[in-house]
């Protein structure tokens, strides 16, 4: 693990004794649990300047500190990465500051990281690096430590390539960025920005969430970049909240507010980015209008101290404090404080007792990666009661549907949500919360971690047999809507075997197969790199089957003949290509041509090596004037020219706007089936069968399981059509 901050400070105590506290922060909370459990090294910075400290196992985490001088700080830290990167990946709320002495002392650092993180990596080793302060590791350290497998989460957002373009040295940490195989964001909208910058800046093709990166020879890296919400141990808040002198507390942290019938609370570092004002302009509104009074209704904020020496947070907290004290001076009366405003860190009991006091949490960020503190909340809420206010531009918007949502920049809209969420009615904030609890607890940080894990490293062994979150996710995606059941052939269906045309599918598929083409709004299709006809050969598919060959370009969708998926303008080029190479190989002995569906080969194998030298130069020459867009593959003895590069995830798009289905499965087993992998999205489920790096969420053994997988398809259908969804359910 390679982060900023080490999960531990180093602390002198007034007496001069030295010691290492856990320290707080939403990184450290959400990565410990991982870390104790694993066989890990933290590299880091221990929170103190200009010291150096030999490696040491703190609670059970081996620490690797990295040293900092007092100037690293300021230019590395408070400098590019707190006043450039921070207000500039947050939609620059605050306008970032560019300087060429902070970039410099930037890739410094980042040297100085990639250099721990290489001598703390043993061969092999997955290496996990996060955050806005480190972009520039995961390339140096892929230059350093070529066998390393290299994941990068970003825990803030990564901004619209409008505001992205800004940054001088964006080109750079692109770069830096995509020496990583899995690049992790909190958001969809985060990781599509990536994609598109990548796009913009340096060209590179972009499909789905796959980025194909050229390296040396010409092969491309494939890149990952897809988001993983980040979040919390939630049963470890529920279990605090839990303890009766945690709830003894909550109590009186409301009698001592002077038994407000509504507490409201607001939790934050001390950030412009969190909506600190505007909450506070909207409750200040509330009273001067006299919606809500100081008797019945109390605002806690806790504003925990951040980057104390970053200009804009001064300025900030100054203006902050401003207006909590000109609020408390016109609405405070001797026993009732408007805003109760906090400047302190506290302990985790007392957060967690204070959630639980609150009636109404009040997250109201302008931008935030995630947030943690509105799903600390909903974990703290066992009673099911409480209501959260959510800003949409906070990432857990995107799961944490039942919040009352609000954009905090509209004053209005906000002060009508906090009376909505005052005057809720106990059935309504009780069905919301469950709702709620439900998505945090079954998406909590150990699930978070498992999967950005699961997809940065090579399936190991893969046991035989069905795992169950794959039987769950079935049961989901597949058993109702309209479903499209897409399967690759070889590897997938049918085992490998060393003459192509011998393949056959397992025992079982044809009757699995069977039974979904036997389903109500079901189509079955066959996705094969193989020429059509001989995928028809192997397959010997019933005639309901879609097919579709040669990675797309031939299809046959409820047709009785093959259909080439080829524009007019790509025929006419075929037309160009076989004059051009035949009036070549007519010319040279031991040349021929072989046709394919989208393209043409010259095969020079029985010419002599000049004689075929010769012809592969006048092709490739005269081609190149002709017909400059052709796709050229070069083999053993073999020169191939294509109209049109298809990939299987053209082909699953094509099926998916012939049959219109709701959802998608997926199932393959090779690098061409990543295509279709990528073009997944959201309600469609991807199957990788076997071992071997791969964008699918799951995986089993063989095509032995295949069958088994189709079998529960049909099952989960069959069962839903008998039980038809309940009312309300
Ligand atoms: C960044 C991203 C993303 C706060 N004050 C105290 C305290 N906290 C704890 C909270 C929570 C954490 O700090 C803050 O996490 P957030 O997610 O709310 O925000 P950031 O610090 O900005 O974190 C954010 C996160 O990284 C993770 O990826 O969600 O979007 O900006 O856990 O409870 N904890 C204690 N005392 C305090 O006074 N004990």
Do not use: C
């Not at 066992?382 to 857990?396: H, M, N």
């Not at 009376?419 to 079954?442: C, G, H, N, S």
Request: no cysteine.
């Amino acid at each position: 693990m390679v982060s900023n901050r080490l999960p531990v400070d180093f602390e002198v105590a007034d007496d001069g004794t030295e010691s290492w506290r856990t320290s707080p922060g939403g990184l450290v909370t959400a990565l410990e649990p991982l870390m104790r459990s694993s066989d890990g090294v933290w590299v880091g910075w221990p929170g103190v300047a200009d010291r150096t400290f030999g490696p040491f196992v703190n609670d059970g985490i081996s620490i690797a500190p990295v040293r900092l001088s007092a100037a690293d700080l300021e230019d590395y830290y408070e400098g590019f990465s707190n006043d450039t990167i921070w207000p500039l990946y947050h939609d620059v709320i605050a306008p970032p500051s560019f300087h060429r002495e902070w970039w410099e002392a930037y890739v410094r650092v980042n040297r100085r990281f990639a250099e721990e993180a290489a001598a703390a990596a043993s061969p092999g080793a997955t290496v996990w690096v996060h955050d806005y302060q480190l972009q520039l590791v995961p390339r140096m350290l892929r230059e350093a430590r070529p066998d390393l497998v290299i994941g990068f989460f970003n825990h803030i957002p990564f901004p619209p390539d409008g505001i992205y373009a800004q940054l001088p040295w964006r080109k750079q940490i692109l770069d830096g960025l995509l020496g990583a195989d899995l690049i992790g964001f909190q958001r969809a909208a985060d990781a599509g920005n990536f994609s598109r910058a990548v796009r913009r800046l340096y060209g590179y093709p972009t499909r789905g969430v796959a980025i194909d990166v050229p390296g040396h020879n010409g092969v491309h890296r494939r890149v990952i970049a897809k988001h993983f919400p980040i979040s919390i141990d939630a049963r470890s808040y529920e279990e605090l909240a839990r303890r009766p002198e945690v709830q003894e507390r909550a109590r009186q942290i409301r009698e001592d507010l002077g038994n407000p019938k509504t507490i409201l609370l607001g939790v934050d570092r001390l950030d412009y980015t969190k909506g600190i004002l505007h909450r506070i302009k909207a409750f200040g509104e509330l009273l001067e209008d006299g919606s809500v009074s100081v008797e019945d209704v109390t605002l806690v904020q806790v504003a925990s101290p951040s980057r104390e020496r970053v200009g804009p947070y001064i300025a900030l907290r100054d203006e902050i404090e401003l207006a909590v004290g000109r609020l408390n001076g016109d609405y405070s009366t001797i026993s009732h404080t408007a805003i109760s405003y906090h400047h302190h860190g506290y302990p985790r009991e007392e957060m967690v007792a204070l959630y639980l006091a609150a009636d109404v949490m009040l997250v109201t960020a302008l931008r935030d990666g995630m947030n943690l503190v509105a799903k600390e909340y909903v974990a703290v809420r066992f009673d099911r009661d409480g209501v959260l206010v959510l800003s949409e531009f906070a990432g857990a918007a995107d799961e944490l549907k039942q919040a009352v949502l609000i954009n905090p920049h509209d004053i209005d809209g906000l002060k009508a949500a906090i009376l909505r969420a005052i005057a809720m009615p106990r059935q309504e904030r009780l069905r919301r919360m469950r709702a709620l609890r439900r998505k945090v607890f079954d998406n909590d940080v150990a699930a978070w971690s498992a999967s950005f894990l699961r997809t940065l490293t090579e399936g190991a062994a893969v046991r035989p047999g069905i795992p169950d979150p794959l039987a769950a996710a079935l049961r989901d995606v597949t058993s109702t809507g309209t479903l499209l059941v897409a399967l690759d052939f070889d590897g997938t269906l049918a085992p490998h075997v060393d003459n192509p045309e011998d393949a056959r599918a397992v025992d079982g598929t044809r009757d699995a197969v069977q039974r979904l083409l036997d389903q109500d709004g079901v189509r079955v299709a066959f996705v094969s790199g193989r020429a059509l006809v001989s995928l028809q050969h192997v397959s010997q598919p019933q005639s309901d089957v879609l097919l579709t060959g040669s990675h797309g370009i031939e299809v046959q969708l409820d047709t009785p003949e093959i259909e080439l998926d080829l524009v007019s303008a790509e025929l006419e080029q075929l037309d160009t290509l076989a004059q051009v190479l035949e009036r070549i190989s007519g010319g040279v002995a031991g040349t021929w041509i072989e046709r394919k569906p989208a393209g043409l080969a010259l095969h020079t194998r029985l010419a002599t090596p000049q004689a075929a030298q010769s012809a592969q130069k006048q092709a490739r020459e005269q081609l190149s004037v002709l017909l400059p867009g052709l796709t050229v593959r070069e083999g053993k003895n073999v020169l191939e020219f294509a109209v049109r590069a298809s990939t299987k995830g053209d082909a699953l798009e094509r099926l998916r706007r012939h049959t219109g289905a709701d959802h998608v499965f997926y199932a393959g087993d090779d690098l061409t089936d990543e295509d279709a992998f990528a073009v997944l999205g959201e309600g469609d489920l991807g199957l990788k069968i076997g071992a071997g790096a791969s964008l699918a969420g799951y995986r089993v053994h063989g095509p032995e399981e295949v069958p088994l997988v189709l079998g529960m398809i049909a099952d989960f259908r069959d069962a839903a059509a008998e039980t038809p969804p309940q009312p309300g359910a």
